[in-house]
Nanobody, 121 residues
C-alpha cells in the first residue's frame, strides 16, 4: 500500500491550492478515502472523507473547511484530490491522504510523506 501526496506549497491568505494523492497496492474504488492534516505542535486531524464510488458519494468535511475545500476522487487514476480555496493561515500543515480500512487492518498503519501547505503573506 502506498500514498503519494503532492501539490502543496507556499500561498498567500485567500489563495488556492489543489492537492493530489496517488494510491497503489489496494483496490482503490472499494474504499472511502480521507485527507488529514497535521499542523506544527498539534495532533493530526481529519479534513475530509469521501465515500467509495459505489457508496452514496458523500463527502464529509470538518466544519472549519466547509464551503472552502472540495474533495473528489478519480477511480480510473486511483487518485484523490483536495481543492483548497480561500486559504487561511490556520490551514498551514502537512496534508496526508489515507484509505479508510477496517479496524485492525495493517494497511491502516501506512502513511505517505505528506505535502506541506504554508499559508502566509
Amino acid at each position: 500500500v502506498q500514498f503519494v501526496e503532492s501539490g502543496g506549497g507556499l500561498v498567500q491568505p485567500g489563495g488556492s491550492l489543489r492537492l493530489s494523492c496517488v494510491t497503489s497496492g489496494f483496490t482503490f474504488s472499494n474504499y472511502a478515502m480521507t485527507w488529514y492534516r497535521q499542523a506544527p505542535g498539534k495532533e493530526r486531524e481529519i479534513v475530509a472523507t469521501i465515500s467509495r464510488t459505489g457508496g452514496n458519494g458523500n463527502v464529509v468535511y470538518r466544519d472549519s473547511v466547509k464551503g472552502r475545500f472540495i474533495m473528489s476522487r478519480d477511480d480510473a487514476k486511483n487518485t484523490v484530490y483536495l481543492q483548497m480555496n480561500a486559504l487561511k493561515p490556520e490551514s498551514t500543515a502537512v496534508y496526508y491522504c489515507r484509505g479508510v480500512f477496517p479496524q485492525h487492518d495493517l494497511r491502516g498503519n501506512v502513511w505517505g510523506q505528506g505535502t506541506q501547505v504554508t499559508v502566509s503573506s
